[in-house]
């Protein structure tokens, strides 16, 4: 009989204000684990805004190598993949923003998460075998034509070392929507 395993939470501020990597708690014993995907009090206990409640969760699947995003509507998103893994890629295009053009990259797997406020780009790129489901839980429901903005993930100012290489010509890895959406410096 294998032993219990429990992970605790924990919350890790960035280098983009208001953009945090989470690391959830999980219980793993013989049967497989259990992890968290959202605890309001273990939110507001680590100084966390009040996530609750969400009105939209989506789920994608995503295919080794695709790139989607990097989308900043005006809601903030609690992302993570439920299954595979990704190079996750976060950029603030917060107008007046302290850190705005900052790029935080963070390598997800099942546990780990990252708080996005409303704003800030975000963007992945399965890296493991076959499809990687990636999780959004947001605070407000998607519309079209909602405020927010979009960033191509070929802009080559933002310096994002995709693990995969990006060909821009190929709509199964980018699609033609993210690769025609503006560059960095066109937001200044």
């Not at 009989?1 to 708690?25: D, N």
Request: with cysteine; charged share 20%; proline share 6%.
């Amino acid at each position: 009989m294998a032993e219990l395993t429990i992970v605790p939470f924990t919350a890790e501020r960035t280098e983009v204000e208001g953009l945090w990597v989470l690391t959830m708690k999980q219980v793993t014993d013989d049967r497989g684990t259990v992890r968290e995907f959202y605890r309001e009090s273990a939110f507001v206990a680590a100084g966390l805004p009040s996530m609750g409640p969400w009105v939209q969760v989506n789920l994608t699947a995503t295919s080794q190598g695709a790139v989607r995003g990097l989308h900043g509507e005006s809601m903030t998103k609690l992302v993570g993949v439920a299954a595979g893994e990704a190079f996750g890629a976060y950029v603030d295009t917060r107008a007046g923003s302290a850190t705005f053009g900052r790029v935080v990259t963070v390598a997800l797997t099942p546990g780990v998460q990252v708080l996005v406020p409303a704003g800030v780009c975000n963007g992945f790129q399965p890296t493991s075998e076959g499809v990687t489901q990636y999780l959004y839980a947001f605070d407000a429901e998607w519309v079209p034509g909602m405020a927010g903005t979009a960033l191509t993930p070929l802009d080559p100012e933002l310096g994002i070392a995709w693990p995969i290489p990006l060909d821009d010509e190929d709509r199964a890895q980018v699609s033609a929507k993210d690769a025609a959406a503006p560059r960095l410096a066109d937001l200044r």
